[in-house]
Antibody, heavy 121, light 109 residues
Framework: QVRLQESGPGLVKPSQTLSLTCKVSGVSISDNEYYWTWIRQLPGKGLQWIGYISHRGSNYYNPSLQGRLDISRDSAKNRFFLSLSSVTAADTALYFC?????????????WGKGTMVIVSS | QSVLTQPPSVSGTPGQRVTISCSGSYSNIGTNGVNWYQQLPGTAPKLLIYSDNQRPSGVSNRFSGSRSGTSASLAISGLQSEDEADYYC??????????FGGGTYLTVL
């Protein structure tokens, strides 16, 4: 059974960097079928696609976050990461890590439970 | 404001059929198709429909999807109380990024 689990600080100060980890079990993130994705949900609002890293290590990012965003991975530990710099209150959200099963389609078939991040001084 | 436009809310009575629309553009829905997600309160979203009209294993055949041009629709027939949830459409944009619609809350009256 494939499982994804987010972890990271629940509180980040404005202008600092938000860093989250997604631990994957049940499948290797190096498998050539999947795309490891971050999605967030702003409070009381809808979903926002953040970006993903492919099995080959290629990245695709939301243009509205590009410049502040980095998604990386540690294949040996079967984890991938989100780093979002210069955060503001607008980055307060529930962050999900997830598995997209098909490139260029947003077909996310496995989700973590999500981790809430609040940006506040 | 989302690039993919959905109505904020729809409602129906048990047993009824409801539809949720999703409007985009040529560079996303028009080219790359649509997927739909259901998000029950307090849970992560669940893939409900993929590639416009395909159901993952385990999803009820009461849910169906369609696409025409730059718009798509999700239909739910035989409405049940447990269908009350948020529904999101999603697509890929030719600018090489993913998109979600703003979401539609379905109320079962």
């Amino acid at each position: 059974q494939v499982r994804l689990q987010e972890s990271g600080p629940g509180l980040v100060k404005p202008s600092q960097t938000l860093s989250l980890t997604c631990k994957v079990s049940g499948v290797s993130i190096s498998d050539n079928e999947y795309y490891w994705t971050w999605i967030r949900q702003l409070p009381g609002k809808g979903l926002q696609w953040i970006g993903y890293i492919s099995h080959r290590g290629s990245n695709y990012y939301n243009p509205s976050l590009q410049g502040r965003l980095d998604i990386s991975r540690d294949s040996a530990k079967n984890r991938f990461f989100l780093s979002l710099s210069s955060v503001t209150a607008a980055d307060t959200a529930l962050y999900f890590c997830a598995r997209d099963r098909r490139p260029y389609h947003v077909q996310v078939d496995v989700w973590g439970k999500g981790t809430m991040v609040i940006v506040s001084s | 404001q989302s690039v993919l436009t959905q109505p904020p809310s729809v409602s129906g009575t048990p047993g009824q059929r409801v539809t949720i629309s999703c409007s985009g553009s040529y560079s996303n829905i028009g080219t790359n198709g649509v997927n739909w997600y259901q998000q029950l309160p307090g849970t992560a979203p669940k893939l409900l429909i993929y590639s416009d009209n395909q159901r993952p294993s385990g999803v009820s055949n009461r849910f169906s999807g369609s696409r025409s041009g730059t718009s798509a629709s999700l239909a739910i027939s035989g409405l049940q109380s447990e269908d009350e949830a948020d529904y999101y459409c999603a697509s890929w944009d030719d600018d090489l990024h993913g998109l979600f619609g703003g979401g539609t809350y379905l109320t079962v009256l």
